[in-house]
């Protein structure tokens, strides 16, 4: 069901369509006797108003309408050129369809843009081949498409969505104001305010999803914000928050009690200076941050969270390793790692709103690999966003080559048994292909339904009116205008049935037509229907269900050696002797596993239950990714962690290592390795063990050892949660713990949140 926005946005559409359509259409076809213009800008408007899904207000569509001029010009001519034989014409659409196909890498404007741009190809691209009609059909198409542009602009203008810069300056707003206690909002209300950064929830036009430096750095700055936003309601669920914040400067440990002295608290401890000093700078750079977005310039001077982190840091290595009664308990070096975590989400957010509000090239942004694309040109990210795709394991590259596929299928077999008006069969395709076969034969059934109601109705009125040009030129705006509203409102069904009509009464003023015009409608819709069944059948007839299942057990498989790479990084001997473990393969499978999935948000079940926590794999992914690189920068130690605690850490890293690999084999279907290290020892109770495995031989507790095992136990219980709902690969229910253990939910570094 339809909101009433979007009822008022079709009636308003379907204005401006019959519009722009009827100003070329009527005035070349009867003002200047030119049937050939007539038919392009009649096309035009269809294709790029009603075909096509650009999103935006008014002036963005018109934007992006005036943008796609030129290729639609340059498609136009193509088209015309290669009609001279089938064969040329079936090559030249195989690579046409791919091509606008893939442009949905680029954005959700091109991508909207594409199916318009895919029709005027086909337009010119059929018999007869008459090339010295180009310019005819070139002024045309021009003409329709700027004129649709000023009926988005001056017309029942769409307005403008709220901008994603906006939603994020709320989103930081809220967070800051959390942090420094201004609000108490409950865990679900923290959520929910991260939740409306989904890139689902945002108008289409609006969504950062563009190769850019600008648009990656805002899409970045949304992934932390919801990312910190989620570590807020974690902190908020245990409570760690409101201790953070009652601390008072006498530095009583109010939430050692609370803990049942976890950690052999003392009491009397003293004050949490390093907190308290912490909280306030970034609950402040929280609101400066989002007042920079809302005036559109990045905050001026150095990125001050950096030196912030790293005073928190030196103070807290000061207190541990000072006299022992300023030593803090484990009680409150834990609630300090979260804090720590807290503050990194916040520098990510603070950096990569500059480069979103920037959008120039920078210096070299530590770590260098999550903020890779501030240092890359423009050419050279495109072509990092086009290389990144160009595989099988791409939803992108599955939807471009399928629909290219059908495409030319349909202009083989169009051309070859010399279809009348046959690209109406490469419309049919292009209108109903869907991402899997399951939608594709539930959108081809209403379609054929409709199609021959619609036929039926089309040859009776060629029948009642015969040849009486006026009487269909007094039809035709009136059925486009009805068929533009009703078609979009009322389903696929009565789209294609108002359809025909519409196309029945334009080629009746055309040429000389006789009821065997729907007939020949019939006969094209059913061809290209057809076609489009076969090539949903035979590639990737699933859709996004197989793989995203694909996807995810790669991205769990760079995950383990993540695990591992950082701990053998941070217990190296000497310290810093071993580098910190390659992320960019883990990246590259991560982009592939979130575009898979969002696809696969975007399908319909099929009456298959999803038992598996996708997105549970997604915040685990994101935080072993976020934890390799900080870890590593702000927990690097200058003398050699004790070795029993080295060992336990390690052993915990290969525990989680496997339990990934576990994962994996489970997201492939594949029956997995039995878990080795479940006899030999336990390892939840290593992840929610005393205090004094994160301390030196004098029981001295150490902040580094602390922040890598709440890292640990975090990711311990994530995964937990991830193969809880992961269903078994022998049919049965599915499984509910792992190796890693069952430990609560940790708010360790990389927090939480995709």
């Keep these: 069901m339809k909101s009433a926005a979007q009822r008022t946005e079709i009636l308003h559409r379907s204005v401006r369509v019959t519009l722009a359509a009827s100003a070329g259409f009527y005035p070349f076809l009867y003002g200047l006797q030119a049937p050939v213009p007539a038919l392009y800008a009649l096309f035009a408007p269809i294709a790029l108003g009603l075909l096509s899904s650009i999103p935006g207000s008014g002036r963005q569509r018109a934007e992006v309408m005036l943008k796609a001029l030129p290729v639609g010009l340059v498609l136009v001519a193509l088209g015309t050129v290669l009609a001279v034989a089938t064969w040329a014409a079936v090559l030249g659409m195989l690579v046409v369809g791919f091509l606008l196909a893939f442009a949905a890498i680029a954005g959700p404007r091109p991508a909207g843009a594409a199916p318009g741009l895919q029709l005027f190809y086909i337009l010119a691209c059929f018999p007869p081949y008459e090339p010295q009609t180009l310019w005819l ?3 045309g198409l021009a003409f329709g498409v700027v004129v649709l542009a000023l009926c988005e602009l001056f017309l029942l203008p769409q307005p403008p969505g709220p901008a994603y810069r906006t939603t994020l300056a709320e989103a930081l707003v809220t967070a800051g104001d959390t942090v420094a206690g201004r609000t108490r909002l409950s865990p679900e209300a923290l959520r929910a305010a991260g939740a409306r950064l989904r890139l689902s929830e945002t108008p ?3 969504r950062p999803a563009g190769p850019g430096r600008a648009v990656r750095g805002l899409s970045q700055a949304g992934s932390a914000t919801r990312r910190l936003l989620e570590q807020l309601a974690h902190l908020t669920e245990t409570g760690e928050l409101r201790e953070l914040l009652q601390d008072d400067v006498h530095g009583s440990d109010r939430g050692s009690d609370r803990n049942g002295g976890r950690g052999g608290e003392r009491g009397g401890a003293p004050p949490d200076t390093a907190s308290r000093s912490l909280l306030p700078r970034v609950a402040s ?14 905050v001026p001077g150095p990125q001050r969270m950096d030196q912030v982190i790293d005073g928190f840091q030196q103070m807290r290595v000061r207190q541990a390793t000072g006299p022992a009664a300023e030593v803090p308990p484990v009680s409150v070096l834990r609630r300090q790692a979260a804090l720590l975590a807290v503050a990194e989400s916040v520098r990510i957010v603070e950096i990569s709103v500059r480069v979103g509000l ?13 903020f890779w694309y501030t240092e890359a040109s423009t050419p050279h ?19 471009a ?17 010399d279809l009348a008006h046959g690209f109406w069969v490469l419309l049919a395709v292009l209108t109903l292909s869907r991402t899997t076969v399951g939608a594709t034969w539930a959108a081809i059934r209403q379609a054929v339904a409709g199609t021959l109601v619609g036929a039926v109705m089309a040859g009776t009125l060629l029948i009642g009116l015969g040849r009486h040009a006026e009487a269909y030129a007094a039809i035709l705006a009136p059925a486009m205008l009805i068929a533009f509203a009703l078609g979009p409102l009322l389903g696929i069904a009565w789209a294609q049935g108002l359809f025909t009509l519409v196309v029945a009464s334009a080629f009746a003023q055309i040429a000389p037509v006789s009821w065997r015009l729907a007939e020949e409608r019939i006969v094209d819709v059913v061809t290209g229907s057809a076609i489009g069944l076969l090539c949903a059948m035979l590639a990737w007839p699933a859709g996004a269900r197989r793989e995203v299942r694909r996807t995810m057990a790669g991205l769990l498989r760079e995950c383990g050696p993540l695990i591992q790479g950082t701990v053998a990084t941070l217990t190296a001997v000497p310290p810093g002797s071993a580098a910190p473990p390659p992320t960019f393969p883990a990246l590259h499978r991560l982009r592939l596993a979130e575009s898979a999935y969002a696809q696969f948000r975007s399908e319909p079940a099929g009456g298959v239950p999803v038992r598996a926590d996708w997105q549970a794999v997604l915040i685990a992914a994101n935080q072993i990714l976020l934890g390799a690189h900080w870890l590593p920068r702000v927990d690097l130690p200058t003398s050699a962690l004790p070795q029993d605690a080295a060992d336990r850490a390690r052993g915990d890293a290969r525990a989680l290592a496997e339990t990934t690999d576990r994962l994996a084999a489970l997201c492939a279907g594949d029956r997995p390795q039995p878990d080795r290290t479940q006899p030999d020892r336990t390892q939840p109770d290593r992840t929610r063990s005393a205090p004094s495995q994160a301390a030196q ?9 602390v922040d890598l095992e709440e890292w640990l136990r975090s990711l311990s219980a994530q995964l937990t949660r991830v193969e809880a709902r992961m269903p078994d690969p022998a049919g049965r229910a599915p499984r509910g713990t792992t190796a ?15």
């Design 137 to 139: 059909r070139l002024a």
């Design 204 to 206: 289409p036009a609006e």
């Design 285 to 298: 750079l929280c609101h400066e941050t989002a007042a920079a977005l809302r005036e559109g310039r990045p």
């Design 358 to 370: 920037d959008g120039r090239r920078t210096p070299p942004i530590e770590p260098r690999e999550l």
């Design 381 to 399: 990210l495109w072509l990092r966003r086009i290389i990144g795709n160009m595989t099988l394991r791409s939803v992108q590259f599955q939807n």
């Design 401 to 417: 080559l399928r629909i290219a596929l059908a495409l030319s299928a349909a202009r083989l077999v169009a051309g070859s048994l």
């Design 697 to 705: 031989p004098d029981g001295t507790p150490l902040p580094a050892l």
């Design 740 to 754: 890693a253990g069952t430990a609560g939910s940790g708010s360790g570094p990389g927090g939480h949140g995709s």
